[in-house]
Structures are given as C-alpha cells and as structure tokens.
T-cell receptor, first 114, second 113 residues
Framework: DQQVKQNSPSLSVQEGRISILNCDYTNSMFDYFLWYKKYPAEGPTFLISISSIKDKNEDGRFTVFLNKSAKHLSLHIVPSQPGDSAVYFC?????????????FGTGTLLAVQP | EAQVTQNPRYLITVTGKKLTVTCSQNMNHEYMSWYRQDPGLGLRQIYYSMNVEVTDKGDVPEGYKVSRKEKRNFPLILESPSPNQTSLYFCASLGLGTTGELFFGEGSRLTVL
C-alpha cells in the first residue's frame, strides 16, 4: 500500500516557466512533509519541508503548498531553470515519531528545457 | 565537510556471495538508515538504527542484516545475495531532535547475477 503517491513519473517544462510537482498521501497521521531532489549518480538532498500547522512554506524559488483536507501537497518552482532538472521525491512522516521514519513517494523526473 | 560515505559505489557480484556495503557518517548522528531505490517504487527503508546497538527492520528487511557497533558506522550485509537485490542503495543519517532532514550518501549500485 503506497501511502505517499506521486502520480506523474515525469514532467517537462520550459525554462522560466513554473514547474508544479504533485504528491498525495493517505495516512492522516502524517504531519510533516519534505521534498528531496536527486541528481543522477548522487544521493537525494533535502530541498524544503512543511509542517501540517502551515499551508505554505517558501524558500527562494521553491514553494510547498499543503492541503490537509485533500491530503495533497505540491512543490512550485518559479522560475524553472535547467539546473532544476532532477528527480523530485516527496516524503512524509509523523513528526517526532519514535522511528523518525520517512515514507517516500516514487519520484517525479523534472526536465527543464532551455 | 559533513557527509555520509558509502562503499563500494558500484559492485557486480554473483548469487550467494556474501557482501557488505559500508556506511560512515561524520556528523555524530544518532539515527542511521538504509534505503533501496527501485524503478516505480521510490525509496524503501530496509533497516534503521536509533543509536549504537539499537537496530530495527524497515519495510523491506528480508535478505539483509545490519549492525551498529559504533555511532559513525552502519554496514549493510547481504549474507546470500539474490538477483532481486539488484538495486541502488542509499545510507542516510539524521540527528535526533531535528526536523527530519535526512543526509544521504551518494548511493551504491549493486548488481547480483
């Protein structure tokens, strides 16, 4: 049972436009959400996070939106740059949970075309 | 430089030949974990450790062993590898009391023939 789902395996966007990556979750106990970025031949690196007490968190060109009633979060990248081309994983956890366990989605490959 | 180091980065082996993938972190993190990444399945947790001598199973522990004798090291052991363990493996660490941003190693690509 996939508790965190990224239904779009890939996304192609023109440089300068907005990239929107989506993620859905099923477990209502999740209260902390993260996005990781992964380049080929490298490990995932943390990008941005959001707590369930917020509905938006912004860091430069990256903004994460959380809709708790829909159990949906999205990552917006504005403007998109070719260097943003990577696989993006969303992850969810129960904050402060005993196991610090992150549940990852399957990833979305973003290609930003120059 | 804060980092998680895995070795080997690439390995081709044969069924049944025991192997160990090492993982070391220099951030004095209590929590360490192993994940495998497979196409269409994302990152799945194999084992994790909350501290020295404390380990527990993740979602896909079958065929794997771990140990945590020192805080900085968390090796992944495949006693008798099988082709379905062909995958990309990541070690990660986290300081307890932080907000969950795992630090990942660069990955170890394992092929079992």
């Amino acid at each position: 049972d996939q508790q965190v789902k990224q239904n779009s395996p890939s996304l192609s966007v023109q440089e300068g436009r907005i990239s929107i990556l989506n993620c859905d979750y099923t477990n209502s106990m999740f209260d902390y959400f993260l996005w990781y970025k992964k380049y080929p031949a490298e490990g995932p690196t943390f990008l941005i996070s959001i707590s369930s007490i917020k509905d938006k968190n912004e860091d430069g060109r990256f903004t994460v939106f959380l809709n708790k009633s829909a159990k949906h979060l999205s990552l917006h990248i504005v403007p998109s740059q070719p260097g943003d081309s990577a696989v993006y994983f969303c992850a969810a956890s129960v904050y402060g949970g005993a196991t610090n366990k992150l549940i990852f989605g399957t990833g979305t490959l973003l290609a930003v075309q120059p | 430089e804060a980092q998680v180091t895995q070795n080997p980065r690439y390995l081709i082996t044969v069924t049944g030949k025991k192997l160990t993938v090492t993982c070391s972190q220099n951030m004095n993190h209590e929590y360490m974990s192993w994940y495998r990444q497979d196409p269409g399945l994302g990152l799945r947790q194999i084992y994790y450790s909350m501290n020295v001598e404390v380990t527990d199973k993740g979602d896909v522990p079958e065929g794997y062993k771990v140990s945590r004798k020192e805080k900085r090291n968390f090796p992944l052991i495949l006693e008798s590898p099988s082709p379905n363990q062909t995958s990309l493996y990541f070690c990660a660490s986290l300081g307890l009391g932080t907000t969950g941003e795992l630090f990942f190693g660069e990955g170890s690509r394992l092929t079992v023939l």
